[in-house]
Every structure is written in C-alpha cells, then in structure tokens.
C-alpha cells in the first residue's frame, strides 16, 4: 500500500509540476503578447489580463501540491530541529493533521464554490467561472494525497536549505 501510494504521488507530483511550469511559459507568452498589442499595435487585448489571473491560480494551486511533496512550505522548522524521539513525531504528526484538516476544508468549499459558480461567465469570454474556480477542489486533492507521501517518505528540502 505505501509504494502504492508514494507511487501515485510521485506521477501526480510531476504531473502538477510540469503543468505549472507549462502555466507559468503560458502566462508569460499572455502578457507579452498584452504588451505588444497595447504598445506597438495599439489596440488592446481583451481577454489576456483576465485569463493570466486564472491560469495563475491554477498555476499556484498545482505548485502549492509540489511544495507540500517536497516539505518546502514554510513550517514549525524550528520545533523539528528541538526535537528528537516521540515529540519530533507528535510535531510531525500536527503538522501534517493540520494541512490534511486545512486541505480538506479547501477541496469542501472549492467543490462547493465552483458548483455554485457555473453558470457565470468570464467577463470577457464565454467561459464558465467554473473552470477558475476548479483549481482550488483539483490543487486541494493533489495536495492532500503529497501530505500524506510527505508524512509516510519525508523530504525536507525547507529544513535542508535552511541555514
């Protein structure tokens, strides 16, 4: 069961980053292409700004699932340092209850909010708001499977990269 799981969260894992990082090229390409049509053409676009902010928050929430794998977030780090035996695994224990209790709250209410929102559309293209608000149920559920690799296979490159 637990390479299992390290197994799904390792091919989810990567599949969150290289879609960030495919989002963050997108973006990039969006904004300048927003820049040469209000400077150099004069005529601005109408619907870039409005699909950079959406596909930034997809690109945070799929980049906030390889931060958790990873144990790159900012963390009680010190209470990890101090400590050693059964209090290092009781903080690790809260740690990770506490994002596991967080996530889940997020992917409720992210299921909830992008139902409730379908029906509206983009302001300046005829798409469902829905598709924006996904990204917090989909970055919510990535991340609470990384959570649980995370506490199962420890990587702390916040601890590592600490000075």
Known sequence: MRTLLLAIDRHLSNFALNAACVLLA???VLGM???VTRFVLSQPSTWTEESMRRLLIWCVMLGVVVAFRRGAL???DLMLRMTKGVF?????WVITLSSLAFLSVLLWYGINLAWRVRFQTFASME???GWAYAALPV???LALVAVIAQHIDP???E???AQ
Request: net charge negative; hydrophobic share 55%; aromatic share 4%.
């Open 74 to 76: 900012v963390s009680v």
């Open 26 to 28: 997108v973006i990039s």
């Open 33 to 35: 292409w927003q820049v």
């Open 127 to 129: 798409l469902s708001m």
């Open 139 to 141: 970055g919510a559920a």
């Open 159 to 161: 601890l590592e990269n």
């Open 155 to 157: 990587m702390n490159e």
């Open 88 to 92: 290092h695994q009781a903080v690790r």
